[in-house]
């Protein structure tokens, strides 16, 4: 079981780049995808997450600049537009499952906006 996240990177300010992250392997009870990021020497916080009836959540910081989508419940999409150095940040590929499984986690995508 894995989560692969990709599409980080270096970025201007107002510049945009696009997350994917696609779970592989045998998963069950999945219950949504989503997204976290750390920036150094911070907390992990949700950006988004997006649940199995397609109903999404996202970050008052990000809204309105970043959308997430999904192709079904295995792949999951992060668009980021208008870009600030405040989003550098590892960002993290996160599944919820349900009857108290563990989440899982991809191991984490770098991107870093310049200003």
């Known amino acids: 079981v894995q989560l692969q996240a990709s599409g980080g990177g270096l970025v201007q300010a107002g510049g945009s780049l696009r997350l994917s992250c696609v779970a592989s392997g045998s998963i069950f009870a999945i219950n949504g995808m989503g997204w976290y990021r750390q920036a150094p020497g911070k907390q992990r916080e949700l950006v988004a997450n997006i649940n199995l009836d397609g109903s999404a959540n996202v970050a008052d910081s990000v809204k309105g600049r970043f959308t997430i989508s999904r192709d079904n419940v295995k792949t999951v999409y992060l668009q980021m537009n208008s870009l600030k150095p405040d989003d550098t940040a590892v960002y993290y590929c996160?599944?919820?499952?349900?009857?108290?499984?563990?989440?899982?986690w991809g191991q984490g995508t770098v991107v870093t906006v310049s200003s």
């Open positions: 996160n599944m919820k499952r349900r009857y108290g499984l563990d989440d899982l």
